[in-house]
T-cell receptor, first 111, second 115 residues
Framework: TQLLEQSPQFLSIQEGENLTVYCNSS?????LQWYRQEPGEGPVLLVT?????EVKKLKRLTFQFGDARKDSSLHITAAQPGDTGLYLC???????????FGQGTRLTINP | SQTIHQWPATLVQPVGSPLSLECTVE??????LYWYRQAAGRGLQLLFY??????ISSEVPQNLSASRPQDRQFILSSKKLLLSDSGFYLC??????????????FGNGTRLTVT
């Protein structure tokens, strides 16, 4: 299957807390992209992970690609209200030049 | 720099009426173009994508169609809208790349409500 499962679907936490969201698949993929979407706007790319075990950091956001390249996680340290949004993972379907998205995690950071 | 324009931003249409949503890209040539639909702030469902003028791949059979009359123009159409066509429609483009890691660049979407 080419499906991407994201968990949790919804997450509401207080400012300053840490959190982790997940993106899983039963099949191996060559790379994974993470996007963030704010209400009324299109998604914006945060990062692309390519190598199994790879870790990338974007300020307080840490992205990890699983060793087997079947899963990925996004960890946010000391969450802030500006982190609120829909976080989407997506994978390229090789050879087809199209991107398939997970259902997303709706994150709310309460001040 | 590259920009993508989608219009209109919002649209309310009665059931059975036609639809035409337009998307144009500036600042790049020969892009891949995509139409996605998003329901209730959830994940994106790929509807159509195009790798060149006149080349359209359909992902989901339905009463929508897409056309690419020019290199940087992508149009989503319907002859008769259904209630289930309501949603947030997003156009996107990407650079053709050899490594398949090209990110998508999205427009700001069209909120369609079919009444």
């Amino acid at each position: 299957t080419q499906l991407l499962e994201q968990s949790p679907q919804f997450l509401s936490i207080q400012e300053g807390e840490n959190l982790t969201v997940y993106c899983n698949s039963s099949s191996v993929f060559s790379s994974l992209q993470w996007y963030r979407q704010e209400p009324g706007e299109g998604p914006v790319l945060l990062v692309t992970v390519v190598t199994g075990g790879e870790v990338k950091k974007l300020k307080r956001l840490t992205f990890q690609f699983g060793d087997a390249r079947k899963d990925s996680s996004l960890h946010i340290t000391a969450a802030q209200p500006g982190d609120t949004g829909l976080y989407l993972c997506a994978r390229i379907i090789q050879g087809a030049q199209k991107l398939v998205f997970g259902q997303g995690t709706r994150l709310t950071i309460n001040p | 720099s590259q920009t993508i324009h989608q219009w209109p931003a919002t649209l309310v249409q009665p059931v059975g009426s036609p639809l035409s949503l337009e998307c144009t890209v500036e600042g790049t040539s020969n892009p891949n173009l995509y139409w996605y639909r998003q329901a209730a702030g959830r994940g994106l469902q790929l509807l159509f994508y195009s790798v060149g003028i006149g080349q359209i791949s359909s992902e989901v059979p339905q009463n929508l169609s897409a056309s690419r009359p020019q290199d940087r123009q992508f149009i989503l159409s319907s002859k008769k809208l259904l209630l289930s066509d309501s949603g947030f429609y997003l156009c996107a483009w990407s650079v053709k790349g050899t490594d398949d890691n090209s990110p998508l660049h999205f427009g700001n979407g069209t909120r369609l409500t079919v009444t």
